[in-house]
């Protein structure tokens, strides 16, 4: 099977309604000749609908950086599947490590969001990477099957067809230093034989494993190369279009 390569942009907490809706614009405009690879940008809720309007009809496809698993209730504050999907989204980016972090997101919430996304269509893209201590530890690998299993426990595998898993070490994540490549070769390749004995053959065969983590032009290409690599999930250098673009464009 031939996975489409995915660049997707976490734009986190930057950009008000029209910072985000002119880097949009300009992101369209410089990627309309891209056609091998699917990208992405992510940015804060409130500007989701602004965007999706002026990336209509563009290749530049949208996200949403969280959701609730619920689908409405007294949740001050939270957002749904159905929220997101009436305004345009078509992925959603769960479990990353700021949300694990800073607003003590746990497996097991991770798992409803996931269930919820894909129960609405959305295509979710699952976080996982350890932190320095667990990879000093030696406990990466023991991290990341517990964050995949417990993530992905009870899922009928037919819901995670447009599953995404994104490899992000946290000690990489706007820090400038990226995983070396054999240390992203060894890990991709054990996430996606991970999928095939946690969830099933054709899941590991389908689902597209980013890199993430101080990705930007100067090493996109080198990350691209290695084999279960299908595409990365940049935060700081996605930020500014000709940035964007330029990690769009490797080669
Ligand atoms: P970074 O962030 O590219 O700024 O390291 C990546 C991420 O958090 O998804």
Sequence with gaps: MTRKPLIAGNWKMFKTGPEAVDTAVHLAEDCADVTDVDIMIAPAYVCLPLV????????????????????????????????????????????????????????????????????????PILCVGETD????????????????????????????????LAYEPVWAIGTGQTAGPDQVAEVHEYLRNLLETRVSPDTAQSTRILYGGSVKPENIAELMRINDVDGALVGGA???ANTFTNIVKYD
Excluded: C, W
């Excluded at 406990?139 to 447009?162: A, C, I, M």
């Design 52 to 123: 999706a309007a002026a990336i209509a009809g563009t290749r530049i496809h949208l996200g949403a950086q969280n959701l609730h698993f619920e689908n409405q209730g007294a949740f001050t504050g939270e957002i749904s599947a159905d929220m997101l999907k009436t305004a345009g989204v078509e992925y959603v980016i769960i479990g990353h490590s700021e949300r694990r972090q800073y607003f003590f997101e746990t497996d097991d919430t991770v798992n409803k969001k996931i269930k919820a996304a894909a129960a609405k269509g959305l295509k």
């Design 238 to 240: 996605s930020l500014d």
């Design 133 to 164: 201590a667990q990879r000093e530890a030696g406990n990466t690998f023991l991290t990341l099957d517990k964050q995949v299993s417990d993530g992905l426990k009870g899922h009928d595998p037919k819901h995670l067809k447009d599953l995404v």
